[in-house]
Structures are given as structure tokens and as C-alpha cells.
């Protein structure tokens, strides 16, 4: 039988963690404080950009929000970033994608200071991840290895397979399981035979935005699965979010598997708010703590 691995419950015990943090910041004169800069009016990411900042308060860190037209120049989107890069009271800053097509969101990721990009998207995070050092990591597959290893424990001499190859999880999923010391494989659109490859893991992330994409046939027995898409599709004339694994095929078969919704997602704002923190503390002198 296996076990649905409760992404809820793993994410209230992460805020419970980051509220007593803030609490020490606070009783050092340090009040942890996140920018979230969006631009333009995406209604998703309006919500996203909403749950954040509840989330936000709920741990007790400050937010603080920039929201731009969806015509705002690049210019104009890097003078707000520079103004947070030097303002001492702001710890973390995230500047919510997509942005218009006309704004080069390599250059505005590149212009957050990376001791302030909780998001872990600045090509320093990005290279220190690979290195090994204790950086600010991507916040989803941060808060995939807080859920595996609260159901295996040690990771060590597992072979991983992590079907997407994309900045923001794949690779970064990718590093982090080899920093655990795990055999990892990544799987992608060019991937020959995925399934087979698939077939032979311990640990499977899938992370590649088709709904229900992986079967059974694709996950060896007792194998655990995290799922990490979110696809809205119709289903018997009402919407719905489903995951990239076939859930009900694929839950007989593996040990433990995360649900969508109620999964990874509610871990990606926690390890967000984990990242603030963390942000904060550094930049008052403290060591950044690793996160894995
Ligand atoms: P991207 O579209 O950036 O990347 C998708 C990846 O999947 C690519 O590397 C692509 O390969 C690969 N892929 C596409 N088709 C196949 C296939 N048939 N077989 C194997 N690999 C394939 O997506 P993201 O990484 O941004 O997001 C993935 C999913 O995770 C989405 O559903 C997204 O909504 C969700 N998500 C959820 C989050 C959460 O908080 N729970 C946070 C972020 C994302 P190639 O590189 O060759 O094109």
C-alpha cells in the first residue's frame, strides 16, 4: 500500500520552523523583510504573488509590494530591483515570472543582489549550487528533498531520475539529489525509451507540465514519486488540477507519492519564506545555514 506523502502537513512544520527563526531575528533587532515585485497583470500570478505575501505575514516576515504596468520599461523594472539591492531593511527580493515578453528576465534576475534572491535564480546561486556551497537554492526543488528525506531519511546510493531538464526545477532538482549523493539521471523532451529509463528508479521527480504524462509502466515497484506539475485540464465538463504522473495508475505501485494539489506546492512557499530567513540571517552577519 502506499503511502500519499502529505505536502500540507510538511509545509506547516517548515513555517512552524521559520516563525521561531523570525522570532530569534526579532529579539536581535532583525525584522525579516520580503520585496515582491510584479509587473503586469497575469491573474496567476497576481494569486501566486497574493499567497506569498498571506504566507508571508502568517510567519511574521514583512512584505513589501512593487507592481509595475505590463507596458513598464526594463529600465524601469531595474531601478526598482536597484533600489531593493540597497535598501538594508529589505532580505529577500522576488521578482515574479513571467515578465512581459519585452523585458529580458535574464537581465532582471541578473540585477537582484544574490544575497537577497530567494528565489535562487542569479547565475552566483545557480554555480555555487553546483559547486556544493551553501547558497540560496530554487525554492520547489528545495521543498522536493525536504519531502523525500522526511520519507526516506538518507538519500545516499539512490538512483533518481528527474524527468524535465528546466532552470527553475530540473536542474537545480538535478544538483541537489547529486549534493545527496544520489546516482541521478535527467530525462527529457530528446530522452530515447524515457519510460525504460524511468523504469530502473529508487526516487522519480517529475517535473515537466503534461498532464498525467507518466504511467505505471514507468515506475519500478516501491519506487517514490514526487510530482511536481500542475496542469489545469476539463474533465467531465469541470476544471481540474492534475499532476504530470497518472496518480491513480501509478499509486499502487510506488511507496509513497505526493498528491496534486496538496503536494509539492504548498512546499514551494514555505521553502520560500525558509529562504527569507535565511536571506535575513546572512546578511546580519550570520552564517547561511545549508538547506538541504
Ligand atoms: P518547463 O516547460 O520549463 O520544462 C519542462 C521540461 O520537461 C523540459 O525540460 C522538457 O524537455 C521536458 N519535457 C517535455 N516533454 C517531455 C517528454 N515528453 N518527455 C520527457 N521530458 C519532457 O517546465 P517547468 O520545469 O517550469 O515546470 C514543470 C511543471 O512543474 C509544470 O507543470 C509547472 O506548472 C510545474 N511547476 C510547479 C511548481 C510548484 O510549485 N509545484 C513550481 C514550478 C513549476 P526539453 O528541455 O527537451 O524541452
Known amino acids: 500500500m502506499s503511502t500519499l506523502i502529505d505536502g500540507k502537513a510538511a509545509a506547516?512544520?517548515?513555517?512552524?520552523?521559520?516563525?521561531?527563526?523570525?522570532?530569534?531575528?526579532?529579539?536581535?533587532?532583525?525584522?525579516?523583510?520580503?520585496?515582491?515585485?510584479?509587473v503586469?497583470?497575469?491573474?496567476?500570478?497576481?494569486?501566486?504573488?497574493?499567497?506569498?505575501?498571506?504566507?508571508?505575514?502568517?510567519?511574521?516576515?514583512r512584505s513589501l509590494e512593487y507592481r509595475l504596468p505590463a507596458e513598464a520599461s526594463a529600465e524601469a523594472v531595474l531601478e526598482v530591483?536597484?533600489?531593493?539591492?540597497?535598501?538594508?531593511?529589505?532580505?529577500?527580493?522576488?521578482?515574479?515570472?513571467?515578465?512581459?515578453?519585452?523585458?529580458?528576465?535574464?537581465?532582471?534576475?541578473?540585477?537582484?543582489?544574490?544575497?537577497?534572491?530567494?528565489?535562487?535564480?542569479?547565475?552566483?546561486?545557480?554555480?555555487?549550487?553546483s559547486q556544493g556551497r551553501p547558497v540560496l537554492t530554487p525554492c520547489t526543488p528545495a521543498g522536493c528533498m525536504r519531502l523525500l528525506r522526511d520519507t526516506l531519511g538518507d538519500l545516499s546510493g539512490k538512483h533518481a531520475v528527474v524527468v524535465g531538464r528546466s532552470?527553475?526545477?530540473?536542474?537545480?532538482?538535478?544538483?541537489?539529489?547529486?549534493?545527496?549523493?544520489?546516482?541521478?539521471?535527467?530525462?527529457?523532451?530528446r530522452s530515447i525509451k524515457p519510460e525504460k529509463l524511468c523504469g530502473q528508479a529508487d526516487i522519480v521527480i517529475a517535473a515537466?507540465?503534461?498532464?498525467?504524462?507518466?504511467?505505471?509502466?514507468?515506475?519500478?515497484?516501491?519506487?517514490?514519486?514526487?510530482?511536481?506539475?500542475?496542469n489545469r485540464i476539463d474533465e467531465n465538463g469541470r476544471s481540474r488540477l492534475v499532476g504530470d504522473v497518472d496518480f491513480d495508475a501509478v499509486l499502487p505501485v510506488?511507496?509513497?507519492?505526493?498528491?496534486?494539489?496538496?503536494?509539492?506546492?504548498p512546499m514551494t512557499?514555505?521553502?520560500?519564506?525558509?529562504?527569507?530567513?535565511?536571506?535575513?540571517?546572512q546578511q546580519t552577519g550570520q552564517a547561511l545555514q545549508e538547506t538541504r
Request: a negative charge; glycine letters at 12%; hydrophobic letters at 50%.
Open 12 to 38: 506547516a512544520r517548515v513555517l512552524a520552523e521559520v516563525q521561531a527563526e523570525v522570532g530569534q531575528l526579532q529579539a536581535q533587532g532583525v525584522e525579516p523583510a520580503l520585496a515582491v515585485v510584479l
Open 40 to 61: 503586469g497583470d497575469d491573474p496567476a500570478s497576481h494569486v501566486y504573488v497574493r499567497n506569498k505575501v498571506l504566507r508571508a505575514g502568517e510567519v511574521g516576515i
Open 81 to 129: 530591483v536597484a533600489g531593493l539591492n540597497a535598501d538594508a531593511a529589505v532580505h529577500g527580493i522576488l521578482v515574479q515570472l513571467p515578465l512581459p515578453g519585452h523585458i529580458d528576465e535574464v537581465r532582471v534576475l541578473q540585477a537582484i543582489d544574490p544575497a537577497k534572491d530567494v528565489d535562487g535564480f542569479h547565475s552566483e546561486n545557480v554555480g555555487g549550487l
Open 167 to 189: 532552470n527553475i526545477v530540473g536542474k537545480p532538482m538535478a544538483a541537489l539529489l547529486l549534493a545527496a549523493n544520489c546516482s541521478v539521471t535527467v530525462l527529457h523532451s
Open 208 to 230: 515537466v507540465g503534461r498532464p498525467r504524462m507518466i504511467g505505471a509502466d514507468w515506475i519500478k515497484p516501491g519506487a517514490v514519486v514526487i510530482d511536481v506539475g500542475i
Open 254 to 265: 510506488a511507496s509513497a507519492i505526493t498528491p496534486v494539489p496538496g503536494g509539492v506546492g
Open 269 to 281: 512557499i514555505a521553502l520560500l519564506m525558509r529562504n527569507t530567513v535565511l536571506a535575513a540571517r
